[in-house]
Nanobody
Framework: QVQLVESGGGLVQAGGSLRLSCTAS????????MGWFRQALGKEREFVGA????????LYGDSVKGRFTISRDNSKNTVYLQMNSLKPEDTAVYYC??????????????????WGQGTQVTVSS
């Protein structure tokens, strides 16, 4: 069982920055591809980005490319989402997720088998 705990959400003005963290409860964290997703009120869950387990290759959704950066520290069992130049349309609940399979990274939420509880990010205009 993998427990994921997100932190770092909050209220920020447009153009500002936030950094989200997600810490896993297992020693095998370095074996997992990790993803970030978000879900705005009344909308479907959206892929934000992902980072591979060991070579730290990253993927990003088109709406955040160039503004958000994913990183990870396997020694701390933690993945980060640095969000810059935030826009009101970035307002959502942000979730981190773990893919415990041996497959390559995926943008599909169905690939990820463990999820955090989510953290709210609100960007005011």
């Amino acid at each position: 069982q993998v427990q994921l705990v997100e932190s770092g959400g909050g209220l920020v003005q447009a153009g500002g920055s936030l950094r989200l963290s997600c810490t896993a409860s297992v020693r095998t964290f370095s074996a997992y591809n990790m993803g970030w997703f978000r879900q705005a009120l009344g909308k479907e869950r959206e892929f934000v980005g992902a980072i591979s387990r060991s070579d730290f290759i990253t993927l990003y959704g088109d709406s955040v490319k160039g503004r958000f950066t994913i990183s990870r520290d396997n020694s701390k069992n933690t993945v980060y989402l640095q969000m810059n130049s935030l826009k009101p349309e970035d307002t959502a609940v942000y979730y981190c997720a773990a893919d415990t399979t041996i497959a390559t990274m995926s943008v599909r939420s169905a690939r990820y088998d463990y999820w955090g509880q989510g953290t709210q990010v609100t960007v005011s205009s």
